[in-house]
Nanobody, 124 residues
Framework: QVQLVESGGGLVQAGGSLRLSCVVS????????MAWFRQAPGEEREFVAA????????YYADSVKGRFAISRDNAKNTVYLEMNSLKPQDTAAYYC?????????????????WGQGTQVTVSS
């Protein structure tokens, strides 16, 4: 079993920054991918970014490239999402996800472990 606990959400003005954290506990290994997804009210959950736990290879949605950065700290068992130049359309609940992904890292179905989510609200 893998447990994920997110933190760091909040209210920020457009153009501001936030850093989300996801503390990972349980049985993971270097084959895991760690990802961030987000879900706005009335919308489907969408991929934001992912990082391979072993190689640090990163993946980003086009909508956040150049503004968001995902990273991981193996010693602290923590994954971060640094969000800069935030826009009102970034407003959503952000979820941390984990699993050994065998096909596509950008789909909800690829991840079996999820955190409870943290709310990010960007005001205009």
């Amino acid at each position: 079993q893998v447990q994920l606990v997110e933190s760091g959400g909040g209210l920020v003005q457009a153009g501001g920054s936030l850093r989300l954290s996801c503390v990972v506990s349980g049985r993971t290994d270097s084959r895991y991918y760690m990802a961030w997804f987000r879900q706005a009210p009335g919308e489907e959950r969408e991929f934001v970014a992912a990082v391979h736990w072993g190689t640090s290879t990163t993946y980003y949605a086009d909508s956040v490239k150049g503004r968001f950065a995902i990273s991981r700290d193996n010693a602290k068992n923590t994954v971060y999402l640094e969000m800069n130049s935030l826009k009102p359309q970034d407003t959503a609940a952000y979820y941390c996800a984990a699993d050994r992904v065998r096909l596509v890292v950008t789909t909800v179905e690829s991840y079996g472990y999820w955190g409870q989510g943290t709310q990010v609200t960007v005001s205009s």
